[in-house]
């Protein structure tokens, strides 16, 4: 299920990408009951507020890295570097690493 989530969020992301001006991310209440959300609605990089996790998607370890200094995400197979103000620098609470939509915001997993 968990995967599910995270595919059907990695498939909104890239439409994002691949469509930026049809379409805004908007939260429709599936994660009104998490008790993450109040933090991952106040989450913000360099480039300002992330949102929130209903606009983000789940990161596998085997999905991101670093290189050269900085962060990279595999999205369909290609790699794609994250600029610098993407980064969240707060503490992972979540566990997994984290991006959201036109790489506006990426957290590192935890265990980095």
């Known amino acids: 299920m968990c995967r599910l989530v995270s595919l059907a969020a990695l498939t909104f992301c890239l439409t994002t ?18 008790p993450l959300k109040p933090w991952f609605d106040r989450l ?14 789940s990161v596998q370890d085997v999905d991101w890295d670093t290189q050269d200094g900085h962060y990279r995400v ?9 600029p610098g103000d993407a980064v969240v620098t707060e503490p992972n609470r979540f566990g997994s690493a984290v991006g ?9 997993g935890a265990g980095t």
Do not use: E, H
């Not at 595999?74 to 994250?82: D, K, N, T």
């Open 44 to 57: 913000a990089s360099g480039k300002g507020l992330c949102c929130s996790f209903a606009d983000g998607f």
């Open 17 to 34: 990408i691949l469509v930026p001006d049809q379409l805004v991310a908007r939260d429709d209440g599936r994660f009104a009951n998490s």
């Open 100 to 108: 959201n939509t036109q790489i506006r915001c990426f957290m590192p």
């Open 74 to 82: 595999r999205i369909y197979g290609q790699w794609l570097v994250v």
